[in-house]
């Protein structure tokens, strides 16, 4: 079983459509967790961190289950520009510690 | 853009070879990750460096091998290519203790071995 496992994709959706990405991860040691963004052929960027009181940035709302080991993200009035690859990735621990990446999940928007 | 920049963008390489990627971090960045990303996969942690030791190493072989430098920038080494290892390969730096373990990407080495 991958540390950090994320649904398949890939997700085909209209614009303005509220598009819901899902995460597990299995170290229940894990210590900090966020959603990255890469485009095609670019690098991952900082999408937003992953706290358990759930955080929001603009029509993006990310959610920590630390009892399930679940990560979420939820994307509203989807946008032509989301158009990505949406990556899960948590720290394992340790303010230098390394990446676990999962594999990611594709989303398109069509008009 | 993060300030992360990597050199060179692109690179063929024949199976059996070497080669050196360089990556140089961050203004105030003191540590710098290496990850390979195949085709259709998430990054996968190679090593890290901080203040220039070996700071934790991902399940790779010993033919990989990195360096730190005293302005922290850093190289990622490969012997003996094989077909397998083309990939992009991402450097990432970071503060200490900074941002609860966010990290910030280059832009890349596309690396084809032929």
């Known amino acids: 079983r991958k540390e950090v496992e994320q649904d398949p994709g890939p997700f085909n959706v209209p614009e303005g459509a509220t598009v819901a990405f899902n995460c597990t991860y299995s170290n229940s040691a894990s210590q900090s967790f966020f959603w990255y963004r890469q485009d095609c052929r670019k690098e991952p960027k900082l999408l937003m961190s992953v706290y358990s009181s759930g955080n929001e940035d603009g029509r993006f709302t990310a959610q920590l289950n630390r009892a399930s080991q679940y990560i979420s993200l939820l994307i509203r009035d989807s946008k032509l520009s989301d158009s990505a690859t949406y990556l899960c990735v948590v720290n394992r621990g340790g303010s230098q510690g390394n990446l676990i990446f999962g594999k990611g999940t594709k989303l398109s928007v069509k008009p | 853009e993060t300030g992360v920049t990597q050199s060179p963008t692109h690179l063929i390489k024949t199976r059996g070879q070497q080669v050196t990627l360089r990556c140089s971090s961050q203004s105030g960045h003191n540590t710098v990750s290496w990850y390979q990303q195949a085709l259709g996969q998430g990054p996968q942690f190679i090593f890290q460096?901080?203040?220039?030791?070996?700071?934790g190493r991902g399940n790779f072989p010993p033919r990989f091998s990195g360096l730190q430098f005293p302005n922290y920038s850093s190289e990622l080494n490969v012997n003996a290519l094989e077909l397998d290892d083309s990939a992009l390969y991402l450097c990432?730096?970071?503060?200490?203790?900074?941002?609860?373990?966010?990290?910030?990407f280059g832009p890349g080495t596309r690396l084809t071995v032929t």
């Open positions: 460096y901080y203040r220039e030791e070996e700071n």
């Open positions: 990432a730096s970071s503060s200490p203790g900074g941002g609860n373990g966010e990290q910030y």
